[in-house]
């Protein structure tokens, strides 16, 4: 049985392996006869291009005269191709580019303009800076006229403070003496209810009434003190100077001029130092720095 088996195998073995070469000697043995046919048909049309351009050209020469030419025919490269006679000309240094130089023209037309805006530029921030200049200098040159004039006009307007030891001083206000002047010895103040001395006068007022100068003369200085309130003092020349306190709505300023009889303020409530004497006018005369007695003076 076993042998059977191993003769019926075999074989199967032996038909498959000759059927294999079989099938594959017929499909060789056709692909042969099939490529011959397709080159016996390529070679029946095959077309000759040389013998057609030089048959025409037999022709053309017959045509022009009877005299052959031969008529040759270059070879077409890959290098012919890339051929550009335009860029060979363009880039060569024997032919000059009308566009390459048109192209400087230009270039040298705009560096041109640049410079002359540049340029112009220049002259203009130039113009301004003079302009300039010459404004500053007019104002500078007015204010200079303007300040000539002013001093010369102030110099103008100054009255001349030719206050002397013979000039007399008109009342600031017209009242009672409460506390006199005294500078020899000492004085009773009733609000303190102490003696000092007192380098003024202290003049009686009603509350609002008009206060004038006492003298022409210059205002030095507008202050407040505690004891006087509101004060002003005047230079009357002669190195005599007049100090009035208790004001209220002073009128005059520093630096200002005023002339004997102009009201300078009006008379203020009293300061809690003169509460018990009432209300006031403080009025001090001052030469060189030095208390003066003002009765002397007033009229």
Known sequence: MRRNRRRGLGRERFLMIASAVLVLGSL??????????????DDGYVVDLSTIENSEAAVKAEEIGGETKEVEQEA?????????????????????????SES????????????????????????????????????????IIEEENTTALST??????????????VWPVVGNILVNYSMDKTIYFPTLQQYKYNPAIIIQA????????????????VFNDPQIGNGVTMELGGGYEATYGQLANVLVSEGSYVAAGDVIAEVAAPTKY?????TNVYFKLTKDGNPVNPLAKLN
Not at 76 to 100: A, G, H, I, R
Not at 106 to 133: C, F, G, I, L, V
Request: net charge negative; glycine share 4%.
């Open 28 to 41: 060789t043995a056709t692909g042969l006869w099939l490529g011959r046919d397709k080159s016996n048909q």
């Open 76 to 100: 077409v490269t890959s290098d012919d191709l890339d051929y550009d006679p335009y860029f060979q000309e363009t880039n060569s240094q024997k032919v000059e580019n009308p566009d390459q």
């Open 206 to 221: 009603n509350q609002g009434d008009l206060i004038t100068a006492a003298s022409a003369g210059k205002v030095i200085s």
């Open 274 to 278: 003169y509460s018990v004497e009432g």
């Open 156 to 169: 103008a307007m100054q009255p001349a403070l030719t206050f002397s030891d013979t000039d007399t001083l």
């Open 104 to 143: 400087e023209s230009m270039s040298d037309d705009a560096d041109k303009q640049r410079e002359e805006q540049r340029s112009a530029k220049s002259d203009e921030k130039q113009t301004r800076e003079n302009t300039d200049e010459t404004k500053k200098e007019a104002v500078e040159t007015e204010q």
